[in-house]
């Protein structure tokens, strides 16, 4: 599973108004009476429930396997079925055949003229032939509709016999310490189906963490609400026809996001890592090494002049990436390797939800306890967290700042200066050496200057 085990991924959501205080079999209760099965509607329709989580088929629950630490570990499963689309075709016109061999449909035959006769030939070929004529007009039209409703009634059919069924399990992780559901899944289609499933069954309403509801949470907490409210989104690069563009197309839809201040913080973390350092000091005193690995994707805010991918081992140094964002791109999705406080992380983030996927964990030691082994990996994803926060906490206090002018004016003159064969970088913590030897290779793979002129 992408939570408990193998590689990471999830979204993440604030559950309001907090967590129970005890995970009893009470609180399991509400899990068997939503669990799937329990409510199936018509056959073939669409069915989402729990699961217990072990498997795609566990539809049971109780304190010892569900309940590790203070978190709770269950499952959400999509049962739906559909006919595939050929499998379909294919019984409307054996139906179709069926009824023309039958002869159900009267077949009008055109007459022929004597001349014609004369000249055919062999009568019985033209009785043959005119024997597989198919029924024209509306006599076909009755025929096809006939056709397609058979066809669709064996469908029906076959649904209720089980067949073409498809079932899908996504793995979720209530961390009620932090009020924060991990749901192992990234795509819209399954955060639509979990959001009102969660509802009705714990009446709680959940916040999905994205940069901009992380950054509203973060500045009430801290006292700069105001601050966040009153902030624009800066032009790092001046758009040629002005003003009157939009500035970043993909949250234009809400005037009050700040979803945008993940592409800004993409984009801090490219600037330090080239112009100051690969090490951040964050707020809880801790120090947090990182570098931009495998991939890197920028898109236009604009909406003017696409989108590009960079796949590299040091893609942040590639003279094509560089030359992107010079032209007003933004990041939207970047690999980070992560070190802090001996633990080191590699991961894709999502700017603007805060995703992370393709997750690699250190390797647990195994000492034969499978339940102290889960215990361990939930803390893992509870650190990564945390890191990623307090490192996007540290950029958020950056931008609230009366020192914000300075940077944004610094980060500016970087991004029109040409870049350099080799990105300027401190030296990494002698405690993530797997993040130097990313960064060496990077510089290696990209000794060569870049010949096109800038």
Known sequence: ?????????????????GSPKRLDDRLLD??????????????????????????????????????????LHFGMR????????????AYVQMELDSLLKDGSAEVNRPRRSAPDRDSAGDSSLDDAGDSTQRPRGRAFARLKKQAVDAARNRATQEIKDGRYRSMRQVPILWDTRNDTLFVGATTPAIIERLIPLFRETFDKRLEPVTAGGFAYHWAEKCGLSRRLESMQCPKFVEHPAGNGHIDVYWTARDPN??????????????????EESDTIELADKSEASFVIVKQLAVECPWAESGKAVFSADGPASLPESRRAIQTGKLPRRAGLMLSRQGEQYEFTLQAETLNVSGGVLPKIESN???RATIEERIEQVRHLTQTIDLLYASYLTRRVSDQWPELFERMKAWLTSAPSPTPRSAPLRQDSPDVAAARDQAVVSNEQPDPVSL
Do not use: Q
Not at 1 to 17: D, E, N, Q, S
Not at 31 to 52: D, F, M, P, Q
Not at 78 to 89: E, Y
């Open 1 to 17: 599973m992408p939570i408990l085990g193998g590689t990471l991924a999830f979204a993440r959501f604030h559950v309001a108004g």
């Open 368 to 370: 034969g306890n499978p």
């Open 30 to 71: 509400r899990l068997r009476e939503h669990r799937i099965g329990n409510r199936r509607g018509a056959r073939g329709e669409e069915e989402v429930g729990w699961i217990g989580g072990r498997h795609l088929l566990d539809r049971e629950f109780d304190i010892e396997k569900n309940v590790i630490l203070d978190c």
């Open 78 to 89: 999509i049962d739906a079925s559909r006919v595939p689309p050929d499998v379909l075709h």
């Open 257 to 274: 996001s700040r979803d945008y201040l993940g592409n800004e913080f993409l984009l801090w973390l490219w600037y330090v890592l080239a």
